[in-house]
């Protein structure tokens, strides 16, 4: 069955065919591991996936690769503040951020390179642009020349003016234009620096995914993804240094990146003070409602995260666990029932399916066909014992729940029966509820 894909290199949804058909290459941006993941950075976990199981469900080998970015001048500057070196921040955030992917039922990719693992290969990389003119030296730092790579822009799709005056571009004298990125910057005697033809020192972020995808994936492959955000300055300066670098006229051939997750309708951000981490759901609510909740929306679409999606992804969940059986056999799933996938990773229209086959199993009809269609997005992961114990054990509280404990708080409290009104507030707390009774009113909040 044919796959379509939205590519932002056409800004057009093409159908997706693959360099070689015996094995797809695909390499998605990870994480930088200076701080633990938030849910805005678990949706490409999730969105891509979803597309590594469709893409194995048509072809006979995928090459899945997905970077950990463990050098960075934020890492650099949150363990400084954490009074750390960075391999120990780099290697317990790295760990927390497995944790997550396994919270979230995520196939581990086929590779997860590491950027310190492979400085030599950046080093091979930059070499090779100084002498092919697309890079230069100055005062001990290198950059990429942008005005020698005419398509600069391209994936963006706008030109070189617009994305300088709408981003925010670094500025140095040590550049010979102000749209210029670093490809090797030095390091101070107290950040850590490897031995280099320009001094000792560091490699520029958006050099690795191009050292990488090339050690694992070749010259060009197939599909490059990452969250919106990585499109510019990025994304485009990854297609600028690899394709001079490699001589060819592609890098990726599809571009695909998901919106983001907004939260009363504000871009997720540490700017906004609005960030949820992953790791602090683990021990709250089942990482199935989260999965869930991530699929929710189409991922080309932004996805406003609420008390009200968790719990009607709760709902829905629970519902569907009732037609589970630990017994049941697995079999495939027809390409009708597949199609929404097929058609741009259309989350909800498979949703909507599901729903569909979960009315028939509810009539004993098909019910090894209703898990195994769910299994194939990574849900009903967990016996039915596993989510009826979690359910006891949960700790989410939607604000609904909250305002209807409340009120059962109230009504013991008038009655004088204070041992339950003090079990009401026990149960909130334990709940991360805070309550205070002011003025005559009950005041709550998260703690």
């Given at each position: 069955?044919d796959?379509?894909?939205?590519n932002?290199?056409?800004?057009?949804?093409e159908?997706?065919?693959?360099?070689?058909?015996k094995?797809?290459?695909?390499y998605?941006?990870?994480?930088?591991?200076?701080?633990?993941p938030?849910i805005?950075?678990?949706r490409?976990?999730?969105?891509?996936?979803?597309?590594?199981?469709l893409?194995?469900?048509?072809?006979?080998?995928?090459?899945?690769v997905r970077?950990?970015?463990?050098?960075?001048?934020?890492?650099i500057?949150?363990s400084?503040?954490?009074?750390?070196?960075?391999?120990?921040l780099?290697?317990?955030?790295?760990?927390?951020?497995?944790?997550d992917?396994?919270?979230l039922?995520c196939?581990?990719?086929?590779h997860?390179?590491k950027?310190?693992e492979?400085?030599?290969?950046?080093i091979?990389?930059?070499n090779?642009?100084?002498k092919?003119?697309?890079?230069y030296?100055?005062?001990?730092?290198?950059?990429?020349e942008?005005?020698?790579?005419?398509d600069?822009?391209k994936l963006?799709n706008?030109?070189?003016?617009?994305?300088?005056a709408?981003?925010?571009?670094?500025?140095?004298?040590?550049?010979k234009?102000?749209?210029?990125?670093?490809?090797?910057?030095?390091?101070?005697?107290?950040?850590?620096?490897?031995?280099?033809?320009?001094?000792k020192?560091?490699?520029g972020?958006?050099?690795?995914?191009?050292?990488m995808?090339?050690k694992?994936l070749g010259n060009?492959?197939?599909?490059?993804?990452?969250?919106?955000?990585l499109?510019?300055?990025?994304?485009?300066?990854?297609i600028a240094q690899?394709?001079?670098a490699n001589?060819?006229?592609?890098?990726?051939?599809?571009w695909?990146?998901?919106?983001?997750?907004?939260?009363s309708?504000?871009k997720?951000?540490k700017s906004?003070?609005?960030?949820l981490?992953?790791?602090d759901f683990?021990?709250k609510i089942?990482?199935q409602?989260?999965?869930l909740?991530?699929?929710s929306a189409h991922?080309?679409q932004?996805?406003?995260w609420?008390?009200k999606?968790?719990?009607?992804?709760?709902?829905?969940l629970?519902?569907?666990?009732?037609?589970y059986?630990s017994?049941?056999k697995s079999?495939?799933v027809?390409?009708?029932?597949?199609k929404?996938?097929y058609?741009?990773?259309n989350?909800?229209?498979?949703i909507a399916?599901?729903?569909?086959?979960f009315?028939?199993?509810?009539?004993?009809?098909?019910?090894?066909?209703?898990v195994s269609?769910?299994?194939f997005?990574?849900l009903?992961?967990?016996?039915?014992?596993?989510?009826?114990?979690?359910?006891?054990?949960?700790?989410?509280?939607?604000?609904?729940?909250?305002?209807?404990?409340l009120?059962?708080r109230?009504k013991?409290?008038?009655?004088?029966n204070?041992?339950?009104a003090?079990?009401?507030?026990?149960?909130?707390l334990?709940?991360?509820?805070?309550?205070?009774?002011?003025?005559g009113?009950?005041?709550?909040?998260?703690?």
């Open positions: 069955m796959i379509f894909l939205t932002n290199l056409s800004n057009k949804k159908h997706f065919v693959p360099k070689e058909k094995n797809v290459g695909m998605v941006c990870g994480p930088t591991v200076y701080d633990d938030h805005g950075n678990a490409p976990l999730v969105i891509f996936d979803i597309l590594f199981k893409l194995k469900n048509e072809f006979p080998s995928v090459t899945y970077n950990i970015t463990d050098i960075d001048d934020k890492i500057k949150s400084q503040e954490q009074k750390i070196s960075t391999k120990e780099t290697e317990k955030v790295t760990s927390s951020f497995f944790k992917c396994e919270f039922n196939e581990n990719p086929t997860q390179p950027a310190t492979h400085i030599d290969l950046m091979e990389m930059i090779d642009l100084i092919k003119g697309f890079a030296e100055n005062n001990k730092h290198v950059y990429f942008v005005k020698k790579f005419p600069y822009g963006s706008k030109n070189l003016d617009d994305l300088i709408g981003s925010r571009v670094e500025i140095s004298e040590n550049k234009n102000s749209e210029d990125f670093v490809l090797w910057k030095p390091s101070n005697n107290d950040e850590p620096a490897w031995d280099s033809p320009w001094g020192g560091r490699p972020w958006h050099l690795e995914c191009s050292a995808s090339k694992f060009e492959f197939d599909i490059h993804g990452g969250g919106i955000d499109i510019f300055p990025h994304h485009e300066n990854e690899s394709r001079c001589d060819t006229k592609v890098f990726a051939n599809y695909v990146h998901n919106a983001f997750i907004t939260m309708n504000e997720m951000a906004q003070g609005n960030i981490k992953i790791k683990r021990n089942s990482g409602i989260i999965r909740a991530l699929m991922y080309k932004p996805l406003d609420n008390d999606l968790l719990s009607d992804c709760e709902s829905t629970d519902k569907w666990y009732k037609v059986s017994d049941f079999v495939k027809s390409d009708e029932i597949l929404p996938l058609e741009d990773l989350t909800p229209g498979y399916n599901l729903h569909k086959l009315e028939k199993a509810n009539k004993g009809e098909n019910t090894d066909l209703f269609a769910c299994k997005i990574g009903m992961n967990e016996t039915s014992e596993q989510w009826n114990e979690f359910k006891k054990k949960r700790v989410f509280v939607t604000e609904s729940e909250i305002e209807n404990m009120g059962l109230d013991a409290r008038e009655n004088k204070y041992k339950e003090d079990r009401i507030r026990d149960e909130l334990d709940k991360g509820v805070l309550i205070e009774d002011k003025d009113k009950t005041l709550w909040k998260f703690k």
